[in-house]
């Protein structure tokens, strides 16, 4: 499939099934904001959950935290953001909106490339193009149009009290900080002991000037972090970021992302973090391109050294620790698992999502609505599965139009009463990917898609 097909079907599909609409929608939306429909929290819930049960559950050396989205603006300033969070923007001199540099230059190659006939690969979509090249009032956006390039802060400025002056603080440009300012807390509160992670799930905000590629660049998103402390030890660190590496892109192809569309990136000495001495990214393969969606840094004993936050050891040694540091977005995740899983199999659309991250485990259906029988007895099935997952229930329109529609949602299996569930307390189940149909027992249902769940 042409990948600007793949998006446009994808992001028509999200609106009308319910995943994911444009914030503000009916007053025209807000640029970069999304709002997560029905299915979109479900899909999201359940990356988040397998995620904190991989992260958290599954380990006994990683505690979680959730902290506050708004902190004392000196964790700010010690933690380096006022004065390294910036990106370099350029500015129309004519309509005066603002575009990240390296974006701008990127779509200036881009359109340079096309015109001149050369093939070009990954980079910004033609939609981005057409929103960072035309200008409203002298029509194109070239170099000579906008001023240099001028830092400019991420962190989004909030404004607290009642009373002027009020005091300035910010919407957290990342969640990593609430974990460092309570290291301490933790520690003191805890049995935990070097090596150990602490884990957060949480929003944060950026001031980005150029949002894009429906939910991939936005200024409020969702982070899933794992701050994991470690001896000030090169050897051991560099070991520890290894095995995260592998740790995490493993958890994304166990879930069902396609290891053809993954790839690891190594962070140029220019493009770090100003807090890293080792960073790569987890890229997925989107229809805009190469696209980073996690990353793995080593940020040494930059953050609680700034912070001055030591750690004693058992033989009564003390010392910065060092963090190796997984860091996910949970919109950018859905978004490519999304992606990943969307398919046009023919007349059908197929959202092949794990079991697990799909909203709906299972759909019930009684095979005619009219038939007060067959709607008690499926009824019964759906309250039975329900205790134990979300599952859908529809009784509208023919058989095989509420077989498709739960192909384009993404459940897995779709459980059928007829006439002869009544004779034999038997009923259908169809497999989403395989259409296969089979008949099982009704006491088989709930210990059948358990095991499938658990596979």
Known sequence: MHMQNLMDGLTALAKRRGFIFQGSEIYGGFAGFWDYGPLGVELKNNIKKEWWKSIVYSREDVVGLDAAIIMNPIVWEKSGHLKAFTDPLVECKHCHKR????????????????????????????????????CDVAGTHTWKDVTQPKTFNLLTEVYLGTTEPKQKAYLRGEITQGVFVNFKNVVDSTRVKIPFGIAQIGKAFRNEITAGNFTFRSREFEQMELEYFVKPDAKQADRLFEMWKKTRLDWYMSLGMQKVNLRFRQHEDKERAHYAVNAEDI???????????????????????SHGLSYKDEDGSEYFPWVIETSGGVDRTALFFLIDAYIEDGKRTVLKLHPRLAPYKAAVFPLLSNKPELVSKAREIYATLCSRFYCAWDDRGNIGKRYFAQDEIGTPWCVTVDFDTLKDNTVTVRDRDTTKQERQPIDSLLPLFLERLNA
């Open 283 to 305: 890229e997925y393969k989107a229809p805009f391109g190469w696209s980073e969606f996690e990353g793995i840094h080593n940020r040494t004993d930059y953050d609680l050294k």
């Open 99 to 134: 575009y990240r540099a390296d974006q701008f230059k990127e779509a200036s190659d881009e359109l340079e490339k096309k015109l001149t006939g050369h093939r070009v690969s990954g980079g910004s979509s033609s939609k981005n193009l057409a929103e960072i090249l035309v």
